[in-house]
C-alpha cells in the first residue's frame, strides 16, 4: 500500500480518495431519491404463502449435506424460516452496534457537515432495518436468536473501545456478506413476498452505507497512526472469526428437530457452505487485501473464520 499526500489530497492503492464531503453530499442525494418506510412499503397484513422459502435453499447451511438429503421438504422448509429468523436476528444486533460506532465517529466533527448529516441518515435508515428484521421475525413465527452471550458482551468492549478505521471495517463486515445474499434472495420467486420486499428495501439502502464505509476506511488506512493501522488489521480478522461463528445459531437445529452437534459438524465439513460463504466475502475481502487491511496474522485470522481460501 503507498500513501501519498498532494495538496490535502490523499491517494492509496485503488488511486486518488474523494473529497469527503462530496461523497456525502452524493449519498444524500441518494437517499432523498432511494429511501423506504418498511411499515407502508411493504404489505404485512399478507397471509404467509404455502409452498414457499422464507431464505433460498442453497443459501441455507446445511444445504447439499447428508442430513438435508434425509431431510423431508416440509423440514426443509422449515429450516429455511428458522435460518432466516437467526440470520435477521444477527442482523438487529449488528446494527445496533453500527449505530452507536457511527455516533462516537461523528461526536467530534462538524455537526453542520454532509459527512455528519449522511451519517445521521445512515443512523436512521439502521433504525428502520431494525424494526423491519424484527417484524420479518415476527411475521415468519420463528423465536429470536441472540449471539452467544460472550460476543455479546465483546460487543460491549468494542463499541467502546473501537478504533475509527476498525469501526468502519467491522460495518463492512456485517454489511457485504449478508448484501451478497440478500442481492440472490429479493429476485428468487420461490422465496416469501415479504422476505423479498424486506432485502430489496435493506439492499437498496444498504449500497449507499456500504460505499460510506469504504470511502471512509480507505482515508482512515492511509492518514490513521502505524498503530492504528495495525489493530485494526488485527481487530477486523478476529470480528471476521466471530462473525462466522455466529452467522447461523445452531439453536435453529433443534428447533427444526435436527441433532445439534451432528447438524454443526456437517456444516463445518460441507464443502458447498463453505464456497457460499467465501463468494459472499469474496467482494470484501478483495477491497481490504488492496487497501492493506489483509496481511499477516490478519489473513491467518480470515482463513481461520472460513470466509476466506
Same mark, same amino acid.
Given at each position: ?14 488511486? =486518488? ?33 404455502? %409452498? ?11 444445504? +447439499? ?45 462538524? =455537526? ?28 415468519? %413465527? ?23 478505521? %476498525? *469501526? ?10 449478508? +448484501? ?56 477486523? %480478522? ?20 435436527? +441433532? ?9 465439513? *460441507? ?18 487485501? +488492496? ?19
Amino acid at each position: 500500500m503507498t500513501t501519498v499526500t498532494e495538496r490535502d489530497a490523499l491517494r492509496d492503492a485503488l488511486g =486518488l480518495l474523494r473529497d469527503r464531503e462530496q461523497v456525502a453530499e452524493r449519498l444524500l442525494e441518494s437517499s432523498a431519491k432511494h429511501s423506504f418506510d418498511p411499515d407502508k412499503e411493504l404489505d404485512w397484513d399478507a397471509p404467509v404463502e404455502d %409452498g414457499k422459502w422464507f431464505w433460498p435453499p442453497e443459501l441455507l447451511s446445511l444445504y +447439499d449435506t447428508p442430513l438435508w438429503r434425509k431431510m423431508s421438504e416440509e423440514q426443509r422448509m422449515d429450516l429455511a424460516r428458522h435460518e432466516a429468523a437467526s440470520l435477521a436476528s444477527l442482523g438487529i444486533w449488528f446494527e445496533i452496534i453500527l449505530m452507536q460506532l457511527l455516533v462516537r465517529h461523528i461526536y467530534d466533527k462538524s =455537526l453542520t457537515s454532509n459527512h455528519v448529516r449522511y451519517a445521521l441518515t445512515e443512523i436512521a435508515d439502521e433504525c428502520r432495518h431494525s424494526m423491519m428484521f424484527a417484524r420479518m421475525i415476527k411475521k415468519g %413465527g420463528a423465536p429470536t436468536y441472540r449471539v452467544p452471550r460472550v460476543y455479546h458482551n465483546l460487543a460491549r468492549v468494542l463499541k467502546t473501545v473501537s478504533t475509527t478505521p %476498525g *469501526s468502519f471495517a467491522a460495518t463492512l463486515l456485517g454489511e457485504e456478506i449478508l +448484501d451478497w445474499m440478500q442481492r440472490l434472495t429479493f429476485p428468487d420467486e420461490r422465496v416469501q413476498t415479504i422476505v423479498r420486499g424486506v432485502t430489496r428495501i435493506h439492499v437498496v439502502e444498504e449500497a449507499r452505507h456500504v460505499r460510506y464505509a469504504r470511502e471512509e476506511l480507505r482515508r482512515q488506512m492511509v492518514s490513521a497512526p502505524r498503530w492504528e493501522r495495525e489493530l485494526t488489521r488485527i481487530s477486523c %480478522g478476529e470480528a471476521a472469526r466471530v462473525f462466522a461463528t455466529c452467522f447461523v445459531n445452531p439453536q435453529v437445529y433443534e428447533n427444526v428437530g435436527l +441433532d445439534r452437534r451432528e447438524a454443526v459438524a456437517q456444516v463445518k465439513a *460441507s464443502g458447498h457452505r463453505r464456497e457460499v460463504m467465501q463468494s459472499g466475502a469474496s467482494r470484501l475481502t478483495e477491497f481490504l487485501d +488492496d487497501i492493506g487491511v489483509m496481511n499477516g496474522l490478519s489473513r491467518r485470522l480470515w482463513k481461520s473464520s472460513g470466509l476466506l481460501a
